[in-house]
Structures are given as C-alpha cells and as structure tokens.
C-alpha cells in the first residue's frame, strides 16, 4: 500500500511516516550503502525470513491465537527478536507484558442476543442490477469509483459531496440535475471520501478519517426522483488503505469486500479496546456515536505463518449492503491475520486474496554492500534467493481462510488473476540480497509467471512448488512495467527506455516500448512485439488490448493488439497534441458492440504534463475514439468541461486522489464527467459532438423547505 501525499489539512499518521521513510530510504539507497555502518543487523547475518531462531514467531498452518495471554507472548517473542536484530522501529512495539486487553467476547447462551456478535438483519431486499459503467479487472466484481450509475441516474461523488444527474432530463434537456448532498457532516473533520460503490439504489462511500484512524463506510439509498437519502455511517478501525494504483473496496453479489490494514505497533495497547472496532454514527448532523463493537479479538486471529519482524494485521471483510437502515451494524464476516508489510488485494467473483510479503524495512543493507559484488545482472535467481511470499485466499460465501506458499512480487493487482481452477500471477523474481537492480542501470529485472491449482490453497503454508514457476526473460528496467490477464492470455510490456513520460522538447525521442504475449494453456510459447512507442498505459478492451505511450513531444500514440490467432499490433493513431492526464485504470473506459467494434476515451490535456499523475485535480477533456471491426482507429473528437462555477466553495477531500475525469458509456449513451461538468455528446458521422452540458457546482442560491439544494437548469447545445 502507498501512503496518500499529505495535505495542509492532514497530520501524518504512523503508517504514512513509515512509507515515507521507505520512499525516502528508496531514493536514497546508494548513499546509505556508502554511509552505512556497523549495527547490529550484521550480528544477525541473515533477513529475518532466512533466521531460524525466528521460527517462534510463525506457524507452519493457520492456527488461531489462543486468547490474549498467547498474544502477549507473541508480542513479547516479536519486541525481543527485533532488539536482538537493532531493529529501529523496535522500540515503537509493545512489550506485551503490562498492557491491557479487552476480554474475548464470551459466547451467548443460545437463546440471548449478545450486542457484540455479528448482526444479520434479516429482509435483505433484493438490488436491481445497475449499468456497470466503471473499467473494473474482473467481470462481476465492481470496483470503487468516482461515479456509478443507478437506473435513470448517474452519481458522481468529489469533494465529500454526492451529485446525481437525471438522465431522461426534463423540460426538453437531455440531461437535468436531481440533487446534491454532502458526505461529511463536519467540514473540520479530517476525512477524504475517495471511492462509491453501487448496489441496486444503495450507495456505498468509503473516506478515511486521519482524525479517527479509522476507514469510514458511509449509506446512503437513491429515490426513484433520484435524491439522496442518508442512512448510516460506519467506521473500521485501520490504518490509510490508500494505494496510487489499485482500489480498497469492490462490490460483489450484493456484498461490501475490503481489505483494511493495522501495523502492530500503531496499535494502542494501553486502552481496553485495542482490537479492531465498528463504530456506527447517528445519521444526524451533529454525528452521535450511537454503538461500537469489537469486530474480532485475539481468538479470532491467525498467527503469521511467515517469519516477519514488521507484521501487519491485515482483515479482508465482506460485508451485506443491501439491509434495511438502522441495522446496529454491518453484517461482515472478516478473516484477520498476520502477514508481511507488502501486500496486494485482488478479488475474483468467488475468492479475495491478498499476496503477503516481508517489507523493504526487513533487509540488511551492510548485507547489499557485500551482495552487489558478488551478485551478476545476468544471472536469474532460482526459487530458493527468491524472495518468499504467502497468498491468503478468503471464500467471500463462507469467510473461510487458506493459504499458499508463493515467491517474489507482483506488480500490481492486474498482475494476478483467477480463473476456473487456476490461480495466476506475473512476478517480479529479484534476489532479494542483490540491489542489482538500483545498483547498476543497466542490469536486468527477472520476472516469473505464476500458474497453481486452486487446491493449492489449504490449511497448511507447506512449501514452493517449483512446477508451479516459469522464469521469464529479464526485461531492462523494473520502473514502467505495465501486465494485464485476459481470458486466454498474459500481456506484459516495459519500454527500454526505463520510463514513459512525455520527454522534454530538447530531450532525445523515448526509447519504443514492447510487449510480451504469454497464452495461458501454452506458456512456453512466449512472443514478443515492438511499439513504435513508448509504453505509458495497458488496458484490455474485447479480445484485445490498448496501448498508450509517446515518442516526443507530438500528442499521445494508441496502438491497438489483437490476440485472436497471431498476435498483432493493427493500428497506431497519434492524438496529436493531446496528452493523458490520469493514471487509474479507471481513467480508460471503453464499450464493445456486438459486432466487436469499439469506442473508447481518456482523459488528456493540450499542455503535455512532465509526469502523468495518478491523480490530477484539474479537470482534464475526454478524448474518443472509435475501432472497428478490423481493428483501425478513427478519432471522433472531445468533450471538454468549462470548470466549476465561481461561487461554489470545496470544504472537504478537495484533492481527487483516485482522479475526476471519466469516459461514460451507458446504453446507447456517450456522457463524460470532465471536473464538475456532465457533458452528452452524440455522434454525427466520425465526430462527437456535445449536445448537453450540466455543471454540478451551478450557483444555487435558495435552499429548499425540506433542507434540500434547488435543482440548475442543464444547457443543451446546438
């Protein structure tokens, strides 16, 4: 996970002064190299997975705590081996010895209700299936985003505010405002809203408070006028769940998945409560705690089943939406465990997983001095110098938790991918005692590709299956490497020039990106193809993908890859001055027509950004584009936004950290949310053309009796 840039509005939290220190120590690594001196890392000898002596710390199957008392123990092993190996965050664990705990929740007689346990709310209503508007990984499993659509009505969600549009319009316009509400309840609360989910017309908003330490999941339900309802919030003790590429909540069959984290030693352990708590909060404006409960204890945990020095509890929840209001809390089954520092959430239709790996702070950096001399670039690590991994699997119907021995890192979450009885990744397959990597530019980055049988998963960690790996050829430079899985292959790509973004006007051209095509029933038959670009973006689209990247400083390329019998690169168009703004996958969206022709948008800008943002606050324009059946492009034009009207005022979360411009298709339907601005466009031939424009922040004037916002008028174009 990456820590979110801190605003004026925020104080650093300790999970986020870590991962600063880890991106500072990152850019600094030679330096450190050269000043490091003699410490007690070297009385240690080994990482912290290769020291037997930490065995106590770990078990060979997922095993439970016993209660508190086995969990102070646990503490006592993990503060006592960390001294012992100097390390520095040491001193921030609790001993365990003197600290207090709640006691695990007893069980109820069979007959009482006991206002700890998990609640289920009986009644569920049954959600309308909603227009899935939003670029997610995998089918059937909805993504958090910045706006969904519920029937007639798309809801858009920036600033801590709730938008939502009409779409049959009224008066004559196409399109027409329905309502706004805000999120927040306080405007001096440390809270930024970043994602929605949507299920039938229940709206699902996850923030994170720096002020609570908590991740907060707020409901709300929409009319059939399409105005806002608000019903409850929720907060879940954890620390940012925020990362710059992948999405901390996902929607599947009705359910809530979310993958929240706690570092060990941000626990508090000196309170009653240390574990996890649900919080639920009075709807009303003054924001009342009405109840709490513990959402687990240290009965409910796994132990780690890997030797970590740095733990974190991880807890994967998923959790029922679609209850009638006023449940005392959200009904969640939740699987807590310790795991590694580095982690990556991915969820298919049936399963969440998260791969766990020991972090960047548990290397021995006097050990890289000696390890950069006797290491060689080219040669390719084996299984065993690998670094090891764990892949928890938690069943979404059931809650139930397994695990699987793996090795190295992916990339990202579009690096793994689970398919009938097949659970895949592509790794990175680095000596983790060789900084090669950082050390010399021009040595190779090895990576591997993962393909187990389910069944792998179980009770017990067991040990790497050395069948399950196939090493691929190295690839020039880790930095920019983009991978994505689609049915029936594995399409990864670097560019050789190290990295993708648009160069100075004086600077040479980039170096052109390529692409390696791995099918999944052959994976030895490995080809590669050349762009005639760099490689910037890598986005599955059909049967096919869609490539971005730049030469210079003319606009942005596209090239489109066909899969279907020889792979090939069909087209290439060139954006001309125009170039991409956002980083998200969810920037990219595309809709394919029965006949597999395409149209397709990103969002991009005149003036060419030195880097391309994850995120960017200024509105960018929608730039479209049409494939067709042959695979050729056709550019149609753009929808651009005006900016949000001067009198509007932004309170909370006014940074768009997961980006707020979107290509929207929807029916028949092209929309684009550019900023503060919907905007229609329809075709006339090869050229979109807008025909309505709604600015969400239009000057409001009166307010309403019923304490609602009075509706703008939407302007429809000639």
């Not at 670039?377 to 021995?405: C, F, H, N, Q």
Request: net charge negative; charged share 25%; proline share 6%.
């Amino acid at each position: 996970m990456s820590c979110r840039p801190l605003s004026s509005k925020v104080e650093p939290s300790g999970s986020e002064v870590r991962a600063m220190k880890r991106q500072w120590m990152a850019l600094t690594i030679a330096t450190a190299f050269l000043l490091a001196s003699s410490s007690a890392w070297s009385q240690a000898g080994r990482y912290a997975y290769e020291d037997r002596r930490l065995d106590a710390l770990r078990s060979e199957t997922l095993t439970r705590f016993e209660g508190e008392r086995d969990f102070r123990r646990y503490l006592r092993t993990l503060r006592r081996e960390a001294e012992r190996r100097g390390v520095w965050w040491a001193e921030d664990l609790p001993d365990g010895s003197k600290q207090k705990f709640a006691p695990d929740a007893a069980p109820c007689d069979p007959d009482e209700v006991c206002e700890a346990d998990l609640i289920v709310v009986t009644g569920s209503r049954i959600a309308a299936p909603n227009p899935v508007i939003t670029n997610s990984q995998e089918a059937g499993v909805d993504e958090g985003d910045t706006v969904k659509q519920i029937g007639d009505h798309l809801v858009v969600l920036q600033d801590g505010r709730l938008f939502s549009v009409d779409l049959r319009g009224n008066a004559g316009m196409p399109i027409a405002f329905a309502d706004r509400i805000d999120v927040y309840t306080d405007p001096d609360r440390d809270i930024w809203y970043d994602e929605m989910l949507v299920s039938g017309n229940r709206i699902i908003v996850t923030g994170y408070s720096y002020e609570d330490n908590a991740s907060e999941i707020t409901l709300l339900d929409l009319d059939a006028q399409g105005r806002f309802v608000r019903l409850d919030a929720f907060q879940i003790s954890s620390n940012d769940y925020y990362d710059v590429d992948n999405y901390a909540t996902r929607l599947v069959n009705g359910r809530l998945v979310v993958h929240v984290p706690l570092y060990i030693a941000d626990l508090d352990f000196s309170e009653d409560q240390p574990w996890p708590v649900m919080r639920r909060w009075e709807s009303a404006p003054e924001r009342q705690q009405s109840a709490i409960r513990q959402m687990f204890g240290a009965r409910d945990i796994f132990r780690p089943v890997q030797s970590v020095l740095q733990p974190v509890l991880h807890t994967i929840s998923s959790c029922r939406i679609n209850a009638p209001a006023g449940a005392p809390f959200l009904d969640c089954d939740t699987a807590a465990f310790i795991g590694g520092e580095e982690s990556e959430f991915y969820v298919s239709p049936a399963h969440a997983y998260l791969w766990s790996a020991p972090g960047f702070d548990e290397t021995d950096p006097e050990q890289f001095i000696a390890a950069v001399e006797r290491c060689a670039a080219k040669d390719s690590p084996d299984a065993r110098d690998v670094l090891p991994a764990a892949v928890y699997r938690m069943e979404l119907a059931s809650g139930r938790l397994e695990v699987a021995a793996a090795a190295g890192m992916p990339n990202d979450q579009f690096a793994l991918d689970s398919a009938g009885d097949r659970f895949r990744a592509l790794v990175s397959w680095r000596d983790p005692h060789c900084l090669q990597a950082w050390a010399d530019p021009n040595a190779r980055t090895f990576l591997a590709f993962v393909d187990m049988p389910e069944h792998r998963f179980g009770q017990r960690l067991g040990h790497l299956s050395p069948r399950d790996y196939m090493r691929l050829p190295g690839i020039p430079s880790p930095f920019g490497l983009e991978n994505r899985f689609t049915a029936d292959h594995l399409v990864y790509g670097w560019s050789r020039g190290g990295y993708s973004y648009v160069p100075h006007e004086d600077s040479l051209p980039l170096k052109t990106g390529r692409l390696a095509i791995l099918p999944l029933d052959e994976p030895d038959s490995v080809m590669t193809l050349d762009l005639t670009h760099s490689l910037l973006r890598l986005e599955v689209l059909g049967d096919g993908l869609i490539a971005t990247g730049y030469v210079h400083t003319e606009g942005t390329h596209l090239s489109r890859l066909e899969l279907a019998e020889t792979p090939r690169i069909s087209d290439t168009i060139l954006l001309a001055n125009r170039f991409e703004t956002e980083g998200r996958s969810h920037a990219f969206n595309a809709t394919v027509r029965p006949d597999g022709s395409a149209l397709l948008g990103l969002p991009t800008a005149i003036v060419p950004p030195r880097f391309r943002w994850w995120f960017r606050s200024t509105q960018s324009d929608i730039s479209f584009l049409a494939l067709n059946t042959d695979g050729a492009f056709t550019q149609l034009g753009e929808l651009s936004g005006d900016g949000e009207a001067e009198a509007y005022v932004c309170e909370v979360s006014c940074v768009d950290w997961y980006g707020n411009s979107r290509p929207i298709f929807t029916g028949d339907r092209i929309f684009a949310l550019s900023g503060s601005d919907i905007i229609e466009g329809r075709l006339f031939g090869d050229q979109l053309k807008p025909v309505a424009r709604l600015d969400l922040t239009a000057p409001q004037d009166v307010q309403q009796p019923d304490g609602s916002l009075p509706v703008p008028e939407s302007s429809a174009l000639n």
